[in-house]
Every structure is written in C-alpha cells, then in structure tokens.
C-alpha cells in the first residue's frame, strides 16, 4: 500500500491524502491507514498539512524526489 502512495505522488506530485480516503482505496482499517501514512512521514516522504481543525491530510514532503531517487538507489 504505500508503495502504492509514493507511486501516486510520484505521477501526481499535487495528490493529498487522508486517512478515510486510503481506508476506502485499500479496503484497510482507518488504525491501519494512519500507519501507513504515519509510517511515509518518518521515513519524510510525506508530511502532515493540517485541512481544517480536525481533518489532516497528507503531501509530499519537499525532499521527496530526492530520497525517492536514493530509496531506488539501495
């Protein structure tokens, strides 16, 4: 699944996503969405960008394509 992720937002570097909208792509649990999610931004992949006072959503972090260009190095 967050292959998946990093896949999109590689193709669509504007892409914001949410936990509800990975538990409804993936067929997952909303705990097991915010993992996934959780688990790109410490690997600084993405980033939190609060939506409104309870809503997060979830973007590409500014040094993305260069830690992308290194992951696909390893």
Excluded at 31 to 46: C, E, G, I, N, P
Excluded at 48 to 70: A, T
Aim: no cysteine; proline share 4%; glycine share 2%.
């Amino acid at each position: 699944r967050q292959a998946q992720v990093i896949k999109i937002l590689n193709e669509k570097p504007n892409s914001i996503f949410t936990a509800k909208e990975l538990t409804t792509r993936f067929h997952v649990t909303p705990k097991t969405a915010r993992a996934d999610l959780q688990k790109l931004v410490d690997m600084d992949l993405m980033k939190e960008s609060p939506m409104n006072k309870r809503k997060v959503g979830y973007i590409r972090s500014e040094n993305f394509d260069e830690l992308l260009k290194r992951l696909s190095n390893e």
